[in-house]
């Protein structure tokens, strides 16, 4: 078929496209395209050639047509357009053009609405906080509060004085001086090893590159509140045992009562520990009752420092409720015969064959309180 009279038959079919109903138009343009298809396939090139022309002429004679090839999409911007119709009804009959030994015209028609995240297949783009949020630290420790000896083997041992006989006194004359005897007692502490361990995958390190930072502080921090409550345990032997009681006074009065009893013994207060709960009840103590809060004589807070006649107040959760320290903390001493070591091995077990890691904190340490009248251990709901 000619070039010529393939577009005289594409005008005709547009021509009697008009007044007909939407099957009458699809019958048509079906039939149309059943007969022209081997024209249309030996005939490509003179197609191709004067393609352009075709629709610009089309476009011309139909004035709302826009056949969009590039993006497949006809959008409808009139009613009267006929032929326009047609298309967009027939749009599975109507091939798109490509180069080569076959030209086909296809228009595609797609519904269109707003884009939301519903559109996305799999998972959005994310940013990434590698910093753990870990439970905290205890706010203060008991290695905090004491001085630190490290010696070479398992065991400690100090001297403690103990009551003797006799005293010094006037001589009367011509009688024998006074005699004193003096005695002591030799205390032994000995170190142990206070530990644990963590094991996980390689593939878990590999895969969450934040355990690396994470596993060392999270042993720090727990293995610090191991050795506080086993720190606590000596501490509550040891100590000497407090005779103040509640009735007749409240929590701060109890607390300058404590460094009273110490100051009658001659030792010094350098710090009192009690609970957070305990801590916050001294700050809201009122004057009198009902006349307001104000802390009572003696105690002091400035720059989140609590001071009981200038002793520092500090907040430690190792202990139990209600419970308190008064006392001279350089007179205990944390003894360390090996310091905290925090080591990793693939080899540990069968961590070899199972691609694992095992990561250990220890340390090898007592704790040694070397004066027990120095320290004493309270409790404010004692009657």
Same mark, same amino acid.
Request: overall charge negative.
């Given at each position: 078929?000619?070039?010529?009279?393939?577009?005289?038959?594409?005008?005709? /079919?547009?021509?009697?496209?008009?007044?007909?109903?939407?099957?009458?138009?699809?019958?048509?343009?079906?039939? +149309?395209?059943?007969?022209?298809?081997?024209?249309?396939?030996?005939?490509?090139?003179?197609?191709?050639?004067?393609?352009?022309?075709?629709?610009?002429?089309?476009?011309?004679?139909?004035?709302?047509?826009? #056949?969009?090839?590039?993006?497949?999409?006809?959008?409808?911007?009139?009613?009267? %357009?006929?032929?326009?119709?047609?298309?967009?009804?027939?749009?599975?009959?109507?091939?798109?053009?490509?180069?080569?030994a076959k030209k086909q015209f296809k228009t595609?028609?797609?519904?269109?609405?707003?884009?939301? !995240?519903?559109? /996305?297949?799999?998972?959005?783009?994310? %940013?990434?906080?590698?910093? #753990?949020?870990?439970?905290?630290?205890?706010?203060?420790?008991?290695?905090?509060?004491?001085?630190? @000896?490290?010696?070479?083997?398992?065991?400690? !041992?100090?001297?403690?004085?103990?009551?003797?006989?006799?005293?010094?006194?006037?001589? !009367?004359?011509?009688?024998?001086?006074?005699? @004193?005897?003096?005695? +002591?007692?030799?205390?032994?502490?000995?170190?142990?090893?206070?530990?644990?361990?963590?094991?996980?995958?390689?593939?878990?390190?590999?895969?969450?590159?934040?355990?690396?930072?994470?596993?060392?502080?999270?042993?720090?921090? %727990?293995?610090?509140?191991?050795?506080?409550?086993?720190?606590?345990?000596?501490?509550?032997?040891?100590?000497?045992?407090?005779?103040?009681?509640? !009735?007749?006074?409240?929590?701060?009065?109890?607390?300058?009562?404590?460094?009273?009893?110490?100051?009658a013994l001659d030792r010094d207060v350098n710090?009192?520990?009690?609970?957070?709960?305990?801590?916050?009840?001294?700050?809201?103590?009122?004057?009198?009752?009902?006349?307001?809060?104000?802390?009572?004589?003696?105690?002091?807070?400035?720059?989140?420092?609590?001071?009981?006649?200038?002793?520092?107040?500090?907040?430690?959760?190792?202990?139990?409720?209600?419970?308190?320290?008064?006392?001279?903390?350089?007179?205990?001493?944390?003894?360390?015969?090996?310091?905290?070591?925090?080591?990793?091995?693939?080899?540990?077990?069968?961590?070899?064959?199972?691609?694992? @890691?095992?990561?250990?904190?220890?340390?090898?340490?007592?704790?040694?309180?070397? %004066?027990?009248?120095?320290?004493?251990?309270?409790? +404010?709901?004692?009657?």
């Amino acid at each position: 078929m000619e070039s010529k009279d393939f577009t005289a038959e594409l005008k005709e /079919l547009a021509s009697n496209l008009e007044g007909k109903s939407k099957q009458e138009v699809k019958d048509a343009i079906e039939a +149309f395209e059943v007969k022209n298809k081997e024209a249309i396939n030996s005939q490509v090139k003179e197609v191709k050639d004067g393609f352009d022309a075709q629709v610009k002429e089309l476009q011309k004679q139909h004035d709302e047509l826009n #056949v969009k090839m590039q993006s497949r999409e006809v959008k409808e911007a009139g009613k009267g %357009d006929v032929l326009k119709k047609a298309i967009k009804n027939s749009f599975e009959s109507i091939k798109s053009v490509e180069s080569g030994a076959k030209k086909q015209f296809k228009t595609e028609i797609k519904a269109v609405g707003d884009m939301t !995240t519903s559109n /996305l297949s799999g998972d959005e783009p994310r %940013d990434y906080n590698f910093d #753990v949020v870990m439970f905290p630290n205890q706010k203060v420790n008991v290695s905090d509060l004491v001085s630190q @000896i490290n010696i070479s083997g398992g065991t400690y !041992t100090f001297t403690r004085e103990v009551v003797g006989e006799g005293s010094i006194s006037s001589q !009367t004359e011509g009688a024998s001086k006074s005699q @004193i005897d003096y005695d +002591f007692l030799s205390v032994d502490v000995s170190t142990n090893f206070l530990a644990g361990f963590a094991r996980y995958s390689k593939k878990m390190r590999n895969n969450l590159p934040y355990l690396q930072s994470f596993i060392p502080k999270a042993l720090r921090r %727990d293995y610090a509140k191991a050795e506080n409550s086993s720190f606590n345990a000596v501490l509550a032997a040891e100590a000497t045992a407090s005779t103040q009681v509640i !009735t007749g006074q409240n929590k701060p009065e109890m607390l300058i009562a404590e460094v009273a009893t110490l100051d009658a013994l001659d030792r010094d207060v350098n710090a009192i520990v009690l609970t957070s709960d305990d801590y916050h009840s001294i700050l809201s103590t009122e004057k009198s009752t009902g006349a307001g809060y104000g802390l009572p004589f003696g105690f002091t807070y400035n720059n989140e420092i609590m001071r009981c006649l200038g002793i520092p107040v500090l907040k430690a959760n190792w202990l139990a409720d209600n419970k308190y320290y008064v006392g001279d903390w350089s007179r205990i001493n944390k003894v360390v015969t090996e310091g905290l070591s925090l080591a990793f091995s693939e080899e540990d077990s069968d961590n070899f064959v199972k691609n694992n @890691i095992t990561a250990r904190i220890e340390s090898q340490v007592a704790l040694a309180v070397e %004066d027990k009248l120095a320290i004493i251990y309270g409790d +404010f709901t004692a009657e």
